[in-house]
Nanobody, 115 residues
Framework: QVQLVESGGGLVQPGGSLRLSCTVS????????MGWYRQAPGKQRELVAG???????NYADSVKGRFIIFRDNAKNTVYLQMNSLKPEDTAVYYC?????????WGQGTQVTVSS
């Protein structure tokens, strides 16, 4: 069983930045893929950014050039650095990990972009 614990959400003004963290209970080297998803009210959950164990990253078109996914192996933590935030980035953000074909999810953290 893998547990994912997120932190770092909050309220930020448009144009501001936030960094989300996702700490993994297992060795991060055992995780094949880590991703950040988000779900806004009335919308489906969507992939925001992902990273394979080999270091390949992918981003939703709406966040390219603004968001960065990276990890700290020593801390077993994956981060989502979010810059130039827009009101449309408002959502609950979820951390996802895939290991051995199994999907694991964090509890979600709220990000609100508003003036």
């Amino acid at each position: 069983q893998v547990q994912l614990v997120e932190s770092g959400g909050g309220l930020v003004q448009p144009g501001g930045s936030l960094r989300l963290s996702c700490t993994v209970s297992a060795s991060i080297f055992s995780i094949n893929y880590m991703g950040w998803y988000r779900q806004a009210p009335g919308k489906q959950r969507e992939l925001v950014a992902g990273r394979t164990s080999g270091g390949t990253t992918n981003y939703a078109d709406s966040v390219k050039g603004r968001f960065i996914i990276f990890r700290d192996n020593a801390k077993n933590t994956v981060y989502l650095q979010m810059n130039s935030l827009k009101p449309e980035d408002t959502a609950v953000y979820y951390c996802n990990g895939v290991r051995g074909g199994e999907n694991y999810w964090g509890q979600g953290t709220q990000v609100t972009v508003s003036s």
